[in-house]
């Protein structure tokens, strides 16, 4: 039967859990957080990762997109009933009418 060391002696059995760290580029630190929530928890201060923490990162988001994809394919899916097409109301055709301003009566009389 397996069973943790003594208190004190600063070890760990197994993986931290609901935890994962991600590196941060800018800084150059990793940034410890939650998995439930998605809040940013601690920042190191060395360079170095977090003991016990798993690594988040393109792989491992890889898998989890894999995971779901599999589980969607997997359940059967009924397919959506359509709803009946929208009637399309007809609208009116209306003449556009642009007045035109009324032109200049010309004089018989008066030429130039």
Known sequence: ????????????????????QIPN???GTWTKRDDT???FMDVKEDSKPFKGVRKEGQK???????????????TARKPAARKPAAKKT??????????????????AGARR
């Open 90 to 107: 007809a609208k009116k055709a209306t003449k556009r009418v642009v007045k035109k301003a009324p032109a200049a009566k010309k004089r």
């Open 1 to 20: 039967m397996a069973k943790n060391k003594e208190a004190g002696d600063n070890r760990r059995v197994g993986a931290v859990k609901k935890r994962s």
């Open 25 to 27: 580029k800018l800084t």
């Open 37 to 39: 929530t998605g809040k």
């Open 60 to 74: 491992t988001m890889a898998k989890k997109v894999a995971v779901k994809k599999k589980a969607t394919k997997t």
